[in-house]
Each structure stands twice: as structure tokens, then as C-alpha cells.
């Protein structure tokens, strides 16, 4: 699929405007808030409805692929955002833990996922770049990277819950290399990124949860973008479905941020996703796996985990 500028200006529109949209919401609740105790950024229905917008947001612009190309095109970006939008649920878990262990409170959580946003538009765009490049260049690349995916698999199925390594790791960090470069005070002032105490300038618990935030993509992003690249090397389709993907993830950790642990069951879906996806690219020089079919493997396993994760919370009670 071969797109112009006026592709990638429309695409770039599109994110820009929702993002300033929510900007604006976040700024309003922000006013509504001071001078009163933390509170949650936004009500559960709010956190509906803005998930709702970004999710069909994402599946509408399968519509502009189709547009711009064919249904087979328009097949492969829907393929690619469900992956995408699946792999980067794990990240929930992720946001959880690195909120609780530096006690931000809910007031302040909105503010460091949409500045992790606009960080993940710029280390996205790099890494998928890069991807492809390298798969462009050395054709044999492509079973590295599926035994990479396979790996993420076997890890998610069998292994440590990988989200409390990164939170221990990044938090080690933040104590030893960040502090050498940024004097941390644990004291939050408000939603500011930095305080200025006895002339210095300090980052505040905010800030560090950013720094983690923003590592802890590039990690997960380390296993997703393989993924996706088994599916297209397409990079209208890898990125814009990789960035609406991320984009509704803020909203949805807010809708969702109660019952995360109902959907812990997620994580063998996404193992056994993964697993598809590797021998997929295992695969790719003897058997050719259409993308409607990727699509329905991923769907059916989304949908009976699903439907286990809360049938077993219902015997449960």
C-alpha cells in the first residue's frame, strides 16, 4: 500500500485533534479539582465514553485505508490495530503498579499517561522505522524476530509476571542513575512535573513515574512491534494502527482500573496470540497465512478468554 503525504497529513489531523480535544478535558477537570482533595481525573462514565471514541475512532479509519487502497489492505490494518490494541492491554498492569508503588494519587495519574503519549508517538515512530529497515535489509531477520516474539510467549505463559520485573528495574533505577542526573524529591506538589526548592530544581514522584512509564513502552514495544510486523511491513499500517491502538489506552486504564485484576486471564491469550504470530513468521516462506485468517485467530482467542475471565468470576460468587 503506497500513500501520499496527504495520507499521512489526514492521519496526523486526526491524532492531533482528539489529542487536543483531551487536552482541553483534561485541563477542565484539572480547574473543577483545585483547591479540592485528589480525586479521580475523570468519572467512569467519562472514561466510557472516551474509550468508546477512541476505539471507533481506530476502527473507522480502516474505512480511510479502504479509501486509500483495497479491502485487502483495509483487513490487514484492522488485523494489526486488534493485535496491537490486545498486546497493549498488558500495559494496564504496568500502569497499576508504577502508580502504586510511587503513591500518585488518581488526580494526577491522567496527566502522566497523556505526556507517556506523546513520548510513545516519537519512540513508536523509531522503532517501527527501524523495524522495518531492518527487515528490508536482511530478509533472514524475520526469524530472529519471531523467536523474540516466541520468547515474549513462553514468558507471558509460564514465566514471572513481567510487569513487576520492569516496575523493581525501573524503580532501581530512579534511585541510582536518574537521581545522578535529576535531584528527586519525594514530596508531589500538585500535578507539576518539577518543584524549585531552595533554588533547585527538582523532579517530583510525577516525573519519575513518567521516566518509568515511558521505558516500561519501549520494553513492551520490544514484543509488539515484531508482532505486528509479521502481520504487514506496510508503515502506514503498522504506525496508525500502533498509534490508535495506544492512543484510547489512557481511558481505558480508567475505565478499567477497578476490575484489572478480573482480566489477569488476558495474559494467556495474549501468550498463546504471540505464539500464532511466531509461527506465522516462522512460517511466512512456505506457508502464506491471510490476514482475514490472522484476524479470526486472534478474535476467537480474545473472545473465549474473555468470556472465561468473567464466567469464572460469576462461579467465583
Excluded at 42 to 55: D, N
Excluded at 115 to 136: K, M
Excluded at 281 to 307: H, Q
Aim: charged share 15%.
Amino acid at each position: 500500500m503506497h500513500v501520499g503525504m496527504s495520507a499521512w497529513g489526514l492521519f496526523a489531523a486526526l491524532v492531533l485533534a482528539m489529542l487536543a480535544i483531551d487536552l482541553a478535558f483534561d485541563a477542565r477537570e484539572r480547574r473543577i479539582a483545585e483547591g479540592a482533595a485528589p480525586r479521580a481525573p475523570q468519572s467512569l462514565r467519562a472514561a466510557a465514553l472516551w474509550s468508546a471514541a477512541w476505539i471507533g475512532l481506530g476502527l473507522l479509519f480502516g474505512l480511510v485505508v479502504l479509501a486509500l487502497s483495497d479491502a485487502q489492505a483495509m483487513v490487514t490494518y484492522y488485523t494489526a490495530y486488534v493485535l496491537e490494541k490486545s498486546l497493549s492491554v498488558d500495559n494496564l498492569f504496568v500502569f497499576a503498579l508504577i502508580f502504586t508503588e510511587l503513591t500518585i494519587p488518581a488526580a494526577y495519574q491522567r496527566r502522566v499517561l497523556y505526556w507517556r503519549i506523546l513520548g510513545a508517538l516519537v519512540t513508536r515512530g523509531l522503532l517501527i522505522a527501524g523495524g522495518i529497515y531492518l527487515l528490508a535489509l536482511f530478509r533472514w531477520a524475520i526469524y530472529p524476530l519471531a523467536v523474540l516474539v516466541l520468547f515474549a510467549a513462553v514468558r507471558l505463559l509460564f514465566g514471572e509476571q513481567k510487569e513487576r520485573k520492569v516496575v523493581t528495574a525501573a524503580c532501581a533505577a530512579c534511585g541510582s542513575w536518574v537521581a545522578r542526573f535529576i535531584p528527586v524529591t519525594p514530596v508531589m506538589r500538585g500535578g507539576s512535573f518539577w518543584i524549585r526548592r531552595n533554588g533547585r530544581l527538582m523532579a517530583t514522584p510525577l516525573l519519575i513515574a513518567l521516566i518509568i512509564i515511558e521505558l516500561s513502552d519501549v520494553v513492551f514495544s520490544l514484543d509488539s512491534i515484531p508482532a505486528v510486523l509479521a502481520i504487514t511491513r506496510d508503515p502506514f499500517i503498522v504506525y496508525t494502527s500502533n498509534v490508535f491502538a495506544m492512543l484510547g489506552l489512557r481511558s481505558l486504564y480508567f475505565l478499567l482500573a477497578g476490575a484489572i485484576e478480573r482480566f489477569h486471564a488476558l495474559r494467556y491469550a495474549l501468550g498463546a496470540i504471540l505464539v500464532f504470530v511466531s509461527a506465522k513468521m516462522l512460517l511466512s516462506g512456505i506457508i502464506d497465512i491471510p490476514s482475514w485468517l490472522s484476524l479470526a485467530v486472534i478474535l476467537v482467542i480474545l473472545s473465549v478468554t474473555v468470556a472465561l475471565s468473567f464466567g469464572g468470576q460469576t462461579d467465583h460468587a
